[in-house]
């Protein structure tokens, strides 16, 4: 199977090396500028396209690890030439949008992945199976929080720019609204809030999220933008009414580094990282290719993406309106 | 001369460590107890040790300076009129009623008598939360934005049967664990509650009790910041304490962890089969007990007032709203 990489950020070039542990080939890149691709396509033997259109013709299918702005029209334009699609999360920034991508892509018979990537953390994937088996029972209450410093980019920070990406509740707060519709199952309502909703020109983002399920089960999902690089933290806490489950990324730490830097540089994007055997991202990735080539569901759907939009784009309704947005039936929209 | 204070009820289990924070402090004389169930009354005068009047009257007849009112929720206002009536100061327990009317007869009484009231939030004294109040009133956080908060605990039942009892303790976990937040914060931003919401649930121990057992509580202050409040009984019976009292305050300077009970040892006993966390920290009964004493003393206001309840009260209230109407309540305040 031939692989297209569209984007060769952080997510693109981690997607890139989780190709490389399939048999799938990478043949090429396509960024904004050829330059851009020019050392990751060296790195992995690969072309660069200068245009989009040009690396779908050469591939079976596509990974879009682009702005979140650019999904939906790069989605259409790879269902449109018969091409499966793997994009990073979230889908698209509306869910008119999102419902666009997944009607193309029904009508054009190909497969749309969305790249959810916390379901195939270890800690977050034992957990949901945890709960799946019974062990603590109906499943009341569910806390999530996601934390790090504000996205830095050298230049034109997208992350930053909400028509690009969302902002804080639908780029990085998407990740635990998602796992909680995973674990809790479909979304009633949503009320939300946000530091920078409030505070125009805040250097910190903070938004918090209250999610009622339809089975009653009642989420908390918080999200910052607010620590100081390098800091990436999550936690959760799963309440059933026969147990619960906690966990925090930094009790869990196997590993606490106090060596002395002299000069300590923070990535653009703070990122989790728990030495396991496998990335995350690359079970995510084998699991897609494996959808691929065997027609199985992979644990995260093009619905999926579309239903996690759906409650992000509540979310930031919410916080805009002060309300509390009841989600409709995507049915509708579907067929 | 000694401050002489007594117990009226021990309804609330808040009773058996004030009564201990009550004999620590020189110079206060602990003068007994008196309990309209006479069987705990009687229970408890006999593990303590301590007098029992055969009345709450028989207890004001005996002139303490101050009483500490720790009976059910709903009961708070009787016990507050007849202590006032007899020229006693009050500390009762939080919350400070079941609604904001009688709440705020609470506090009218207590003006009227021209006797202290103080309202039971220990929190108050809590060393760690002191420390991040200063550092707050310091500057060195910048202004504050917003709180990521928890008052979790297990099912209050074991305890009190009332404590799941809607007519005598007003609500279920709402009701329990909202106050102390939302007195924290007050206290931290000096301004009050604008707007409340709240979704709450009955999953856990859904077959042994009637009110709402999970339960999140927003509150947004009339300066903007806004706030979670996690009151949910989602501890389990076997989590290795009862609960607890934890909050992510963010700033424009980026975000402070607060766990106010977290200066503990973990305890692995053979007896139990579980580890418990055995707190080592300073106990904020004994300093909030001390302050209603000196109070007393030195006829100045406690530092935690009887609108300081009233505060919190008008928020549970509203919440319970909320989770009626499924919308955001706006905040009416009681003028006093």
């Known amino acids: 199977m031939r692989v297209g990489i569209a984007g060769v950020g952080f997510m693109g070039s981690t ?28 790195q992995y033997g690969a072309k660069v396209f200068a245009e989009y259109a040009a690396l779908l013709d050469e591939v079976d299918v596509v990974d879009i690890c682009t702005p979140t702005h650019l999904h939906v029209p790069m989605i259409l334009e790879a269902a449109a030439k018969g091409k499966h699609i793997i ?10 949008d999102a419902l666009k991508a997944v009607r193309a892509c029904r009508q054009a018979g190909v497969h749309l992945f969305v790249a959810h990537v916390v379901r195939f953390f270890p800690e977050y994937a034992l957990a949901k199976q945890i709960i799946d088996q019974g062990q603590i029972g109906r499943i009341a209450t569910l806390r999530l929080l996601r934390g790090s410093y504000r996205p830095k980019k050298p230049v034109g920070n997208w992350f930053l720019d909400e028509s690009k990406s969302g902002g804080i509740l639908m780029d990085l707060m998407i990740h635990d609204l998602d796992y909680a519709r995973w674990v809790a199952g479909e ?77 300590s540089e923070a990535p653009d994007v703070g990122l989790p990282s728990s030495p396991v055997r496998e990335s995350p991202y690359t079970t995510e990735i084998k699991e897609f290719y494996a959808a691929l080539k065997e027609g199985k569901t992979p644990r995260v759907t093009a619905e999926d993406g579309l239903a996690a939009v759906q409650i992000a784009a509540a979310a930031v309704q919410s916080a805009r309106s002060g309300h509390v947005v009841v989600l409709e039936s995507l049915a509708e929209g579907l067929s | 001369m000694s401050i002489r204070i007594g117990i009226m009820s021990f ?6 460590a004030y009564i201990q924070n009550l004999r620590a402090i020189p110079g206060v004389e602990m003068i007994g107890l008196a309990d309209d169930d006479p069987q705990r009354g009687e229970h408890f005068a006999r593990l303590f040790e301590a007098h029992r009047f055969r009345s709450y009257e028989e207890l004001l007849e005996a002139k303490p300076d101050g009483v500490i009112i720790c009976s059910e929720n709903s009961r708070h206002l009787p016990l507050v009129k007849l202590a006032a009536e007899a020229g006693a100061h009050i500390l009762c327990e939080k919350p400070l009623a079941t609604t904001a009317q009688d709440a705020e007869e609470i506090v009218r009484t ?30 060195e956080l910048g202004q504050v934005y917003c709180f990521n908060s928890s008052n979790q605990g297990e099912l209050p039942k074991k305890h009190r049967a009332w404590f799941v009892d809607k007519a005598l303790a007003g609500g279920g976990a709402i009701m329990d664990h909202t106050v102390h937040l939302v007195d924290i914060m007050r206290w931290y931003l000096g301004s009050e509650v604008s707007e409340v919401y709240a979704v709450a649930n009955r999953i856990f121990h859904a077959d042994e009790v009637e009110v709402e057992t999970g339960g999140m509580v927003w509150v947004t202050f009339e300066n903007g910041v806004f706030a979670t409040i996690d009151c949910s009984w989602s501890r389990p019976p076997y989590w290795p304490s009862w609960g607890g009292l ?91």
């Open chain 1, 15 to 42: 997607h890139a090396a989780a190709w490389a542990e399939t048999d799938a080939r990478i043949v090429g890149f396509v960024a904004e500028t050829v330059e851009e691709a020019q050392p990751i396509a060296q």
């Open chain 1, 87 to 96: 994009c990073e999360k979230p889908l698209a920034l509306s869910v008119e």
């Open chain 1, 187 to 263: 979304v009633e309502s949503v009320f939300a809030r946000k530091v920078s909703a409030v505070h125009q020109g805040s250097t910190v983002d903070y938004g918090l999220v209250i999610l009622e399920h339809k089975n009653g089960a009642i989420s908390h999902v918080a999200g910052a933008w607010a620590y100081p690089p390098p800091t990436f933290r999550t936690r959760f806490e799963l309440s059933g009414d026969q147990g619960m489950i906690e966990f925090d990324s930094q009790a869990t730490s196997p590993i606490e580094s106090l060596i002395i830097k002299p000069h």
């Open chain 2, 11 to 16: 309804a609330h289990l808040h009773a058996e």
């Open chain 2, 110 to 139: 207590c003006r009227q008598a021209g006797v202290l009231l103080m309202t039971a939030f220990p929190m108050r004294f809590s060393t760690p939360l002191l420390e991040v109040k200063s550092r707050l009133d310091g500057g």
């Open chain 2, 246 to 336: 934890s909050f992510e305050m963010v700033t424009e300077r980026g975000a402070v962890w607060v766990d106010a009970f977290r200066q503990n040892l973990t305890v692995f006993t053979h007896a139990l089969q579980r580890p418990y966390w055995a707190f080592w920290g300073s106990d904020p009964n004994q300093a909030m007990i001390e302050d209603f004493v000196q109070a007393i003393r030195a006829q100045r206001p406690p530092r935690v007032s009887g609108e300081d309840g009233l505060r919190a009260v008008e928020v549970v209230e509203a919440a319970y709203q909320s989770v009626q109407s499924g919308q955001p309540v706006r905040l009416q305040r009681r003028a006093l």
